[in-house]
């Protein structure tokens, strides 16, 4: 079945570290791939997505590339700041059928950012 | 944007009772909300897809007698716990797909923290 492997944390980085989180995951066909994040106290917010292969996504200043010959969805940021600590999910949604409404979740990585 | 409200954020309640958890989208109507559960410092777990007007679809595991997933308008689905126990204890977080956006989108809930003494 559909799975997503992402790095574990925490990531502790200092303000204006350039951060890199891994992302893989397995699906048949051709999923949407999302990255999701949710700060201290709240719900999930969608970061970015990409819908196809080479897609790249980007939002408040992360950016991911839909790599399908390494099935990968690697979140980058140039420069951290203190208010990106959060918890940072990678997710794909199935490309046909049930499980294109389903959305499988990665297990999280806890980044936190020194000043 | 979408928005999809969780009630009550917090919930205590003695073992063997049932508590109820609402999700409400505010602003879209949504045929299919799903519900999931946080362990800490985990990831969300999907339990099942609620579908309006039908039975839910639970995942491979979930009690669907202990976790009654009920979706009878386009706007709300409810999640009772029943005869809830400390193991019970989590986060649950419903989110629903506003069809109108076009993309495969989810808006999430803030959760639900459970604590069963």
């Known amino acids: 079945g559909n799975s997503v492997t992402q790095m574990e944390g925490p990531v502790t980085l200092s303000e204006e570290a350039f951060l890199t989180i891994n992302c893989t995951y397995t699906?048949?066909?051709?999923?949407?791939l999302f990255w999701y994040v949710q700060y201290p106290g709240e719900g999930l917010q969608l970061l970015l997505k990409a819908t196809k292969a080479d897609d790249k996504g980007s939002n408040k200043g992360f950016e991911a590339t839909y790599r399908k010959e390494t099935t990968s969805f690697h979140l980058e940021k140039g420069s951290v700041q203190v208010s990106d600590s959060a918890v940072y999910f990678c997710?794909?949604?199935?490309?046909?059928?049930?499980?294109?409404?389903?959305?499988?979740f990665g297990s999280g990585t806890r980044l936190s950012i020194r000043p | 944007g979408a928005v999809v409200s969780q009630h009550p954020s917090r919930v205590i309640c003695k073992s063997g009772t049932s508590v109820k958890i609402e999700c409400r989208s505010l602003?879209?109507?949504?045929?299919?909300m799903f519900w999931y559960r946080q362990f800490p410092k985990q990831s969300l777990m999907l339990m099942a897809t609620?579908?309006?007007?039908?039975?839910?679809?639970?995942e491979q595991g979930v009690e669907k007698d202990k976790f009654l997933i009920n979706h009878a308008s386009l706007t709300l689905s409810t999640l009772t716990v029943t005869s809830a126990h400390p193991e019970d204890s989590s986060f649950y977080i419903c989110?629903?797909?506003?069809?109108?956006?076009?993309?495969?989108?989810?808006?999430f809930g803030a959760g639900s923290r459970l604590t069963v003494l």
């Open positions: 997710a794909l949604s199935g490309s046909a059928g049930s499980s294109a409404s389903k959305i499988i």
């Open positions: 989110s629903a797909r506003d069809v109108g956006s076009g993309a495969n989108v989810l808006t």
């Open positions: 602003d879209f109507q949504a045929t299919t």
């Open positions: 699906a048949t066909g051709y999923p949407s």
């Open positions: 609620s579908n309006e007007g039908s039975k839910a679809t639970y």
